[in-house]
Structures are given as structure tokens and as C-alpha cells.
């Protein structure tokens, strides 16, 4: 009796490790004639932008999505002059650029979506930022006015209040929340922008704070603190805060490394990637080492050997960026290959390394059910 309750806990337990392993994929390479780079993978997981050298030396972009394969983009055929366009951002899906140029009377930024490319003037010394996950709106800071501004696809610019001094660390994916960093003193301090109203500081426990991250539904806020403008506590160091609905969430990994980091969060702030450097990680080669951290299980995955398994193990000598995809189910990201050239990659399924399927939870409710049953019939008998 004991061997067979023995074996049926032990396929219980293997049940629950039987989770489908992380898969690896890199996506297509766009035709070139010269050489070719990658400018980011989609956060939808599902394609890439990159930039392509043509034999006239000159830089194209292409888009590549699973759904509609490659499209390319030439700024000169646009009416823009050779070598002076700049991308400066891409929404979540990959079909929506922004662009900079320069000239004499300031920048031009410039939309481009397989429907239309239009073109503004920006006046003054203007710098561009990027541009929001659903490719709405571009932002950056005017100098001139010293202010944080957004620019729509009707060329109408919204200066912001009181942002002088603030550099935007993220924006949701519709451009209703911007959390950024005020310089003063010597030193970042958090705040906030909603629904395109004033800069507002934010302080956790009166201490000072400093914006990390920002989930795509602009409802979790990644900050940490610091008490004093010396030398941060090693509790700051290793501690990243999650904000959402009114409660605080800790990240707290002693330890692991001198100094943590928010990566990417997913849309729903549910999940967080951070990059942990210094002593104590474990890929001293790599310099850092990424951790997944999982709110909804107060759980925080090391990734090393799934990147070590699925990712270097393909060629790729060190990863130039990772993120969450939109969903939190995948890690997209750029990686440079043993000749040096780029590539665009996806790892899917490693949430089931910490999250089971729903066949799964049946399986484990059914082991567990029949050693109940099996304890059962043992203490009727012995009774």
C-alpha cells in the first residue's frame, strides 16, 4: 500500500512539473545589400523593425509582422532627404513609426503607418522621446518652453504643466499616464501626469522616490526609494515597489545583486522583468542577470537557465534587449549572434514553469483525489 500511495504522489509531483517547456524563435530577416540591424522586436510578440543598408549606402526600415510578412520603408520616398531621418520610436505592434528630422527653423517629426505618412514642424530646440504603445502620440521635451510635450497625428502639441526638468521614464500604452523623473538637486524624483494635467510629485512613506516602470494600462507604477541623498540603504538597493489601486507591493531580493532594476511590465502590471547587476548574479559573463517577478503568485522566477537553454544555446553571444510581450507570456527580444549580427527572438510557455495549465490543476485535483481516497480505505480498514 505504501509504494503504490508512493507512486501516485510521485506522479502528482510530476504532474506539476510536467509544465510544456519554453520555446525559442527567431524571426524572419528582411532582404539587404549591404548589412541589416534590428531597432526592436514588437511587443505584441509577433514581428520586428529593422533598418536595412541598400547599395546606395542609405537606410531603409522594415517592418515585418506574422500576419502580413514585410513591409519597407524608404523616408525618401516621402520627401525626406537622404541620411536625415531618424527612427525614434515604434508603437506596440510595429505599424506605426515616428521619425525626427533637422533643420534650420528646428525638427520635423514625422508618422508613418501603412495609410499614411505625415509630417510637423516642431518649433524651437525640441528633443522626441518616442512614441506611445498604440502609436497615438509622440512626446519629448521642448527646451524653449521647458516643458514635456505630446504630439498627435493632427499635429496638435500638448505642453504639459509644470514639467520643467522632467525626463518621461515610461508612458501607458495610450498616452493617458506619463511617469517621469524631475532632476533636482543632483537627484531623480518622481511624478506623474494623467489624462495630460500637471506633473505631480510622488513619495512613498515621505521618502524619496524615484520612477522605474509603468504598466502599459497605466495602473502600476515600478518606483524605489531612497532616504537620504548619500548612500542608498542596501534595502533600496535590492527593493523595487510596485503601486497600484491604492496598495503597495514589495520586491524585496537581498542578496542577489548590488543593484536591481524595472525592465518591462506587462500590460497589466501583473508581471515585472528586472535586471539585477553587480555581485552576486549569476552570469558574471553576460553582467547581469534577468529576474521575472510574477504579483499575482508574490513569486520571482530567475531566468538564467531558461536563457542559457533557449536563447544563448541558439548562437546569440549577448542579449542587446529584452521585454515582456503585452500578454506577460512571452519575452521578446534583440540579441547579437557569434558573427555580430543581430537577430529579433520570441521565448514562449515560460510561464507554465511557474503557472500550471488548466489540465494541469485537473490532473494534480485527480492525484490528490485518489491518495485521499487510497488514506481512506487504509484508516476504515485499520479501524
Known sequence: MKSRLFSLLACTLA???????????AFPLPSFELGYYVEQAARNGEGAVYGVYGADERTRYVIYQESTGFIEIDPVAFGLEPYSAYLMG???IGKTLVFNT?????????????????????PGDSYLGGLSGD????YGYDYTQQAVYLLDHDGQTTALENSADVSVTAISRDGSVILGNRYVDGQDAAVISTNGGAFQ????????TVAEGLSGDGQTLALRTISTFGTPTPEELFSIYLYRGGEIEQIYLPGLAQFLEVVSMSFDGQRTLLQAYGIGTF???????????????SFTLDLHDLLAAEVYSQGILYIEKLELSLDGRSLVGVGTLEDYSSVAFRVDDFDTLVVPEPETYALMGLGLGMIGVFVWKRRKKAA
Not at 502609436?135 to 509622440?138: D, I, Q
Not at 510629485?201 to 524619496?208: A, E, F, P, R, V
Request: proline residues 2%; aromatic residues 16%; glycine residues 12%.
Open 102 to 122: 533637422y533643420s534650420g527653423q528646428g525638427m520635423q517629426v514625422h508618422f508613418w503607418t501603412p495609410g499614411y505618412f505625415r509630417s510637423f514642424d516642431l
Open 15 to 25: 504532474l506539476l512539473s510536467g509544465a510544456e517547456a519554453a520555446t525559442y524563435s
Open 201 to 208: 510629485n510622488i513619495t512613498i512613506d515621505g521618502s524619496l
Open 135 to 138: 502609436g497615438s502620440l509622440a
Open 283 to 297: 552570469d558574471l559573463e553576460q553582467g547581469s542577470d534577468y529576474l521575472l517577478h510574477f504579483s499575482d503568485f
Open 90 to 92: 515604434a508603437d506596440d
